[in-house]
Structure formats: structure tokens, C-alpha cells
């Protein structure tokens, strides 16, 4: 029989439970002063584990509204990343703004669908306005938020967008390793070319599970990017390389003894000796023609018959069986492997340079792919002392690229658009271009609010540096993709929501609003002076920034910290604008998913209903 | 239709302190039971999708398939009448000794004892104020504009008679049904009196260390108000 809960806003009510226990639950392991949950499984297995999506998979969860909120939340994390934590704390803290405005509002307007309605409107805010908002009012300061503290980025953004992202993840210690190995990993990988597209970063996202390798029993320090591709199996027969310089590769796809017939050819066969011999045959045959072919190295992705081995060592090759088969595609790819005539079992590469590892016990191999441009394939070897720490630090890993790869795509996206905009409108100056496009600023005074002085082309170019050539994370920065890590962003969309543009729905973003700045500001509960200073510091810049203030009048050597550890330029942090705003706007979805449920109905499940053949059965005997 | 929603206007007020405690009082109650949920989700207890019968919370079930509910089990306040969370009159009645422990000291009023259930304030209450209403029900004087008609040279909240005590008392004492023990209506006149004393006295006080031992001395109170309440039902 189905129960009905239903009662006065009841997906209010219970969304707000669910999901405050759930903040309760991550709340203790945001930022890089959080802790890290523990779990423990009945076989004794443990996971030390502080990635919000982890622990929230982990949770037993059977209430609908649960589910649905995690469903949102893997949502989220495949397209970012990020920010799996902070979902959930932003999101607690808008429901329990809903709940306010609609306890504070007018009890003859008040009506069951008002939470309902809110949350419409929200959504249609970020449909409609937030974009603007961010736009026009978060991206111009972000690029000179840094200029005005005197940090010179240029060059160093990646660095500290992976530091950014890697400290909340990872322990400290592994955090100064981590670092610095990714970034080497990118430049290796795109081959420090100029490359302003996002095809390195989507290769390394995309290609990320097949290009590290993880060792379980090493101290961390003992990480490195190797060149070329590393597979996690040691060679089955190893004979070193008779020279240094390009060698050739035989890629065998199925067991070599195995004989194949041709459609529509004929085999007889008399006694299961005369198939013996016959498969022996052929055997031999095909591995006479791989001979001819002067091969150094052997790989299989099955596994090979002992004969086969015996003969690699006879005639001095090296051996490599089950092989990853989508480490050998990509290796096929990388090196385009191509079918030798008559022998269709067969694929043909040119190796580098083939090569035996011994990271922590075992043995693995390196095969190297010869360089011709991105991309250049290198391998990173995660060590790590225990198989927890090691799937942090892979998971942060992963987590950084797909980052990395967001944020390119959005920046060089809205670039894309902008740039067509100013085609487009050539013939008009830059400040109707930039009324045009600031349209909601109905009132002129508000211009001045929104819009800074846009740092020229010219001063940029003697900023920078002498001849150094365009970096794609420069162009990035230069285009406001960043912002510094500590809150940077909160402050901004607060104060942009509330004092930018009085039209549009006015509710929604101060409800927004507010709910951004008591999430922070919760965050450092426990610290609220160094929150009330940093607000008052940032809003001070900020005004600043709107006079258009110089850069040089502020005086070198600015004591202003961006993040509430104090930390010097070498250690600076920065996030990306895109995942924070992909964050809200995925909140508001969830919000308005949420609040859109009318009734939550109970259906018991089967095992529950009490079995009736029992007592018949028992009738009929005694019967 | 807009003739009704203007008179409407007309009759809405801000929540009255009363409400704002209830509300306050409600919000924390939440809150702790949120922050119970969340510790045992990460001890491995399962969140189910149903909600408890007598309070509502989502219930809990731990790994032997037994239900729980955090609030019943651990909060206990649904039975507590002195939590304003729940109970309005208690709410009320906790507002009411504020005000009169920040009030000046009235004119006095030999006659006003007899006044009943008033006579421990006499500012209106909010008319949708149920709990209040169903506990304050009683003979209501005419004329409500003279604040605090009390006997004077005693504090204003102390009611010269034990017996004016009673209709104050939460809500169960009206209903009869309960019987109540002298002991135990005494002890807990007792506590109510000095707690009341100690909230007065904690208006007043100008030392750290004062505030801390008054602050203990109605924690105290207010334990030994629960025992008792739980001694009568039991």
C-alpha cells in the first residue's frame, strides 16, 4: 500500500533535511584545511577519501530526493570536475534562503506552490541573466585583480591553476610533487609548441587513463613523467636493444598458433596428428615471415604459445604479451602502424626505443614514440606509499585535466564569440560596442559600476616581457578565465548581483546573492574576523578598481592577500571563472528539480509483504 | 477579492518575538538534527525514504535493518512541553519573563492575583497563538492597557500564591487528565522559581564568572524540569 507524505511545501521540507544532512557530511572535508573520511568496508578494505563525489557514492542512500540530489552531483562532476562539495553547500544554503523568503512573505500570497514558483524563477534568472552578469561584470575584473596586487602571472598561470585545484585534494606534501609533474606532463605532452587550441589538453583528458601508470610502495617524491608510453606489465622475454635509434615493431593481435582459415577455403583433416602438424606448419610459416621482416620487439595483446617465446629468444627479440589493447591502439595511432602485404595478422611500427623499468619491485615497459610533434607522448609514474594515497593523487590528476580541459573550452569559446562581435561591429567605436553589449544597464551610472577600464593591447605587450610567445593560459588569463582562489569569486558575483543592474528579477538575485556570500562565509566560521577582513579588503580594491585607479599608483609591494592564508606570489592559487559559474548554474537546476516534486510516495518493497501461502499450506495438512 | 487582500493588509503583522523564537528555536532543532543525520549516514546507516510517524524526520536504518530516528531517539523534544520549538505557550511564556525581567517595576494592584492566568503579564497576546490560547483560556479582564498589575516589593514575575502558578503551567496541567503527584508539582514550582530568579539575576549581572554560574545554575534548572516532566509521565 503507497503512504503519501504530503503536507504544506513537503518538497521543502524534506529536500531541507536531506540535504542538510548531506552538507553535515561534506561540510568537514572542504578546502585544504578539511579532514578526510574514512571508510571501511565488511572484507576490511578502507578508503581514505576527501573527493566530495566519492564519499556521497558511498553513502547509503534510499530517499528519492537523495538519490536525485546525487544524481545532480555526478552530473556535475563529469563536466567539471570540481566543485562537488561546494554543490552541496551552496545548495543547502539557497534551499534555506527559499525557506526564509517564503516564511518572511505576505500570508495572503502565500501558497503551496511558492517554493515552486522561486525556484522557477531562479532557473530562469540563470537562464536568462546570470550569463550577463558574469560577463559583464565578474570576467573584466579577473585579469586585473591580479595586476593590482602585483603578481605577474604571465607564465606561470598553469602552475597555478593545478596548485589551485590539486592543494584541496591532496595532502600538502603531495601537492608540492603533484604539481609541478602535471604541468611538465602538459608542456611535455603538447611539446611546448604554441598551440592556442585546446587539442593538447583534450588529448591529455581524453587520454589520461592510458598515459600514467601507478606504483604502490614508493615514498611520493619518487614520481616522474617518463618519455614515451609505459604499460603495466613487464616484458615475457627481454633482450636489451642491440642499438640506440629507431627500431622496429610487430603488433599481433591474436595467438599465433591459432590457424585461421579464409572464408570459403577447404581444410581436411584425417586424424587430430595431421591437425597437429598442420597448425605446427603454419606456425612456423608465420613466424619465418615475421623473421624476414627484421622486427627488435614483439607485441601482443593476447597471450602466446611457449613455442613462440622460444623462438623470440632463439632469434634475439623481446617480447611483450597481453598487452592493454587501448594502450596499443593509441600506440598504432601515435605512430601510424601500417599492414605489411600478405600477412593481414600483422602491424608495423617504428619505436623509438624500447626500454625496462624498475619502478618499486617489478618490471615494466617503456616503448618510446618517436617525436614528431604533438603529440608527444609521455607517460607520468604516480608512486605513492599506500594504494589510498595513490588513487588521491590519480584522481586529482584525472580531476586537473578534465579541469583544465573545461576551462580552455569555455574561455576559447566566449573568445570565439567575442571576437565575431567585433567583426561584426567594426565600424562602431569600443564604447557603443561596449553599451551595446551591456544591455541591461538601462541607467547610465551603472556603467561606470560595470565596466573598467579594459587593459590596451599596447600596455598589456610591455607587461608581459620581451619576446615571449603567446601562451595559450595567458591568452586564458588575459581573457579573465581566472580568478584568485579565496573567495574571489563569491565577492565578486555578490556584489555584482546586488549592485549591477536594478532591472530583471530583483528576488532572485539577491536571493542568489546572499546565498553565495553565507555559504563562504560559513566556510570560515570558524575564523570570522579574517572573513570580515578579507570582505572589507576586496571591497576596497574593488573600488578602486571601478575609479580605474593605475596599477602603479598603488605602490609596489601591496600587502592586499587575495587568499586567507597568507601565501606569496610563488604559491599563488587560482581558479577557473567557468567552473565556479558551471556550479551555479547547476545548482539552480537542481533547485528547481527539487522543488518541483509535489508528493513523495512510499511504495514498500516486495520483500516486505508479509508472505500468505505459508498458513494455506499449513491449513491443507492438517487437513 | 482586492477588497479582502487590503483588509488583509491591514491585519498583517511581523512575526510577533514569540514566533521568532518558535522559529529560531525550530531552525536549531533542525539543525542539530541535521548535523545527528549526517554522523550516522557516515557511521554506514542508510537513509530510507520514509519519514518517521510522530515527528517527520527521515528515518534512519542501521545494518541490522532496524529503524531509527534521530530526533525521537536522541533530540527527545517532542514530548518536552518546555521546548519552544514545539510549544508556543512555552515559547510565549519564556518571552514573557524577558519582558518582564527588562520591565520597570509596575504600580501596584492588591486585587490582581485573582486575576489568574494574567497575572503574570498583562501585554496581549497574539490571537494566533494557539497554544497560548488554549492555556491562557480563562476570565479576561476588560481593560488591558496597564501593564503588569502585581503586588508590590516582590519582583514582578514572582506570583504571590502558588495557586496562580497553576494555569500558567504548560497546557497538560489544563487538560486534568494527568495526575499530578504535590511533590513533584512542587519541585517543580521550586525549580521554576529559581530559575526565574536566576534569569533575573543574570539581567543584572556585571561579572564574567557570576554569568557563568547562573548560566550553569538554569542549565540545572531546566535538566531537573525535564527529570520531573518525564518522572510525571512515566
Known amino acids: 500500500m503507497a503512504k503519501t507524505c504530503v503536507s504544506e511545501s513537503a518538497s521543502l521540507q524534506a529536500s531541507l533535511s536531506v540535504v542538510g544532512a548531506l552538507e553535515c557530511v561534506v561540510r568537514r572535508c572542504v578546502g585544504p584545511e578539511g579532514g578526510s573520511v574514512l571508510f571501511t568496508k565488511d572484507t576490511g578494505e578502507t578508503l581514505i577519501t576527501r573527493h566530495g563525489q566519492r564519499i556521497l557514492t558511498s553513502l547509503h542512500l534510499d530517499h528519492p530526493i537523495a538519490r536525485m540530489v546525487l544524481e545532480c552531483v555526478c552530473a556535475h562532476d563529469r563536466v567539471t570536475a570540481d566543485g562537488s562539495k561546494s554543490f552541496i553547500l551552496l545548495l543547502a544554503t539557497l534551499l534555506r534562503g527559499i525557506r526564509d523568503s517564503v516564511n518572511r512573505q505576505h500570508k495572503a500570497t502565500w501558497n503551496l506552490a511558492t517554493p515552486r514558483n522561486l525556484a522557477n524563477r531562479l532557473l530562469a534568472f540563470c537562464w536568462k541573466e546570470l550569463d550577463d552578469v558574469i560577463d559583464h561584470c565578474v570576467v573584466p575584473y579577473a585579469s586585473s585583480l591580479f595586476l593590482l596586487n602585483g603578481y605577474r602571472l604571465e607564465g606561470r598561470v598553469l602552475p597555478a591553476l593545478v596548485r589551485g585545484y590539486v592543494a584541496g585534494r591532496v595532502g600538502i606534501g603531495q601537492a608540492e610533487i603533484l604539481t609541478p609533474l602535471l604541468c611538465e606532463l602538459y608542456n611535455k605532452v603538447s611539446d611546448e609548441q604554441d598551440h592556442l587550441t585546446e587539442e593538447p589538453i583534450a588529448f591529455l583528458n581524453s587520454n589520461f587513463s592510458l598515459l600514467h601508470i601507478t606504483v604502490s610502495g614508493l615514498p611520493t617524491g619518487r614520481s616522474q613523467v617518463v618519455e614515451g608510453i609505459v604499460f603495466a606489465r613487464d616484458w615475457s622475454v627481454w633482450r636489451e636493444a642491440p642499438h640506440c635509434g629507431p627500431v622496429k615493431a610487430l603488433i599481433v593481435s591474436q595467438c599465433l598458433d591459432k590457424p585461421l582459415a579464409a572464408v570459403g577455403e577447404n581444410v581436411s583433416i584425417c586424424f587430430q596428428q595431421d591437425w597437429l602438424l598442420h597448425s605446427e606448419r603454419i606456425m612456423e610459416a608465420r613466424l619465418a615471415a615475421m623473421l624476414s621482416l627484421q622486427a627488435h620487439v614483439v607485441l601482443s595483446s593476447v597471450k602466446q604459445p611457449e613455442r613462440m617465446l622460444e623462438w623470440a629468444r632463439e632469434n634475439s627479440l623481446a617480447v611483450l604479451e597481453c598487452m592493454d589493447s587501448e594502450q596499443l591502439e593509441l600506440l598504432c595511432q601515435l605512430t601510424a602502424a601500417d599492414t605489411p602485404p600478405l600477412q593481414p595478422m600483422l602491424r608495423v611500427v617504428m619505436l623509438s626505443f624500447y626500454r625496462r623499468l624498475h619502478p618499486g619491485g617489478g618490471g615494466v615497459a617503456q616503448l618510446g614514440i618517436p617525436c614528431c610533434g604533438f603529440p608527444h607522448a609521455h607517460t607520468l609514474v604516480l608512486c605513492a606509499p599506500t594504494a589510498g594515497a595513490l588513487e588521491q593523487s590519480m584522481c586529482a590528476s584525472r580531476g586537473t585535466f578534465a579541469m583544465l580541459q573545461h576551462l580552455c573550452h569555455a574561455v576559447l569559446r566566449r573568445t570565439e564569440q567575442t571576437s565575431e562581435t567585433h567583426t561584426l561591429n567594426d565600424s562602431c567605436t569600443r564604447e557603443t560596442e561596449r553599451d551595446g553589449v551591456c544591455e541591461a544597464c538601462e541607467n547610465h551610472d551603472h556603467h561606470d559600476q560595470c565596466h573598467i577600464p579594459l587593459p590596451d593591447q599596447s600596455s598589456s605587450g610591455q607587461s608581459r616581457g620581451p619576446a615571449s610567445p603567446p601562451d595559450l593560459w595567458d591568452v586564458i588569463l588575459k581573457a579573465g578565465g581566472v580568478l584568485p582562489v579565496g573567495g574571489a569569486f563569491e565577492f565578486l558575483l555578490h556584489h555584482s548581483l546586488l549592485h549591477c543592474c536594478n532591472h530583471g528579477d530583483t528576488q532572485s538575485r539577491r536571493l542568489l546573492a546572499e546565498a553565495i556570500l553565507s555559504m563562504f562565509r560559513s566556510l570560515h566560521s570558524h575564523k570570522p574576523r579574517y572573513f570580515l577582513q578579507h570582505h572589507t579588503h576586496f571591497m576596497s580594491k574593488l573600488q578602486i578598481m571601478k575609479l580605474g585607479h593605475a596599477v602603479r599608483e598603488l605602490g609596489s609591494g601591496s600587502e592586499f592577500r587575495l587568499a586567507l592564508r597568507p601565501e606569496g606570489p610563488a604559491s599563488l592559487c587560482v581558479e577557473s571563472v567557468c567552473s565556479k559559474h558551471q556550479l551555479v548554474v547547476s545548482v539552480l537546476q537542481c533547485v528547481s528539480r527539487l522543488l518541483c516534486v509535489g508528493a513523495i510516495l512510499y511504495i514498500p518493497s516486495l520483500a516486505q509483504r508479509p508472505l500468505t501461502t505459508c498458513s494455506e499450506e499449513s491449513e491443507e495438512e492438517n487437513i | ?234
Open chain 2, 1 to 234: 477579492m482586492a477588497l479582502n487582500a487590503e483588509e488583509e493588509d491591514f491585519e498583517w503583522e511581523p512575526p510577533t518575538e514569540a514566533e521568532m523564537k518558535v522559529i529560531q528555536a525550530r531552525r536549531e532543532r533542525q539543525d542539530k538534527i541535521s548535523k545527528l543525520m549526517g554522523d550516522y549516514l557516515l557511521k554506514g546507516y542508510k537513509m530510507l525514504g520514509e519519514c518517521c510517524e510522530l515527528c517527520g524526520t527521515i528515518l534512519l536504518q542501521d545494518k541490522q535493518k532496524k529503524n531509527y530516528c534521530v530526533a525521537c531517539q536522541e533530540l527527545d523534544s517532542d514530548i518536552d512541553k518546555d521546548n519552544p520549538a514545539l510549544n508556543a505557550q512555552a515559547a510565549l511564556s519564556q518571552v514573557r519573563e524577558r519582558q518582564l525581567a527588562i520591565q520597570p517595576l509596575p504600580e501596584a494592584n492588591g486585587g490582581s492575583s485573582s486575576d489568574g492566568p494574567l497575572s503574570i503579564t498583562g501585554l496581549p497576546r497574539p490571537e494566533h497563538c494557539e497554544g497560548a490560547a488554549s492555556g491562557l483560556r480563562g476570565p479576561l479582564p476588560s481593560s488591558q492597557p496597564t501593564p503588569i498589575p502585581v503586588p508590590s516589593g516582590s519582583p514582578c514575575f514572582l506570583p504571590p500564591a502558588n495557586s496562580t502558578l497553576q494555569p500558567a503551567q504548560p497546557a497538560s496541567a489544563l487538560t486534568g487528565s494527568v495526575q499530578q503527584h504535590p511533590a513533584l508539582t512542587h519541585a517543580e514550582e521550586a525549580v521554576l522559581h529559581k530559575l526565574r530568579w536566576a534569569t533575573q539575576e543574570l539581567q543584572h549581572a556585571a561579572s564574567v564568572e557570576a554569568c557563568v554560574q547562573l548560566c550553569s545554575l538554569i542549565r540545572g534548572c531546566a535538566d531537573s524540569l525535564r527529570s520531573l516532566k518525564e518522572l510525571r509521565l512515566s
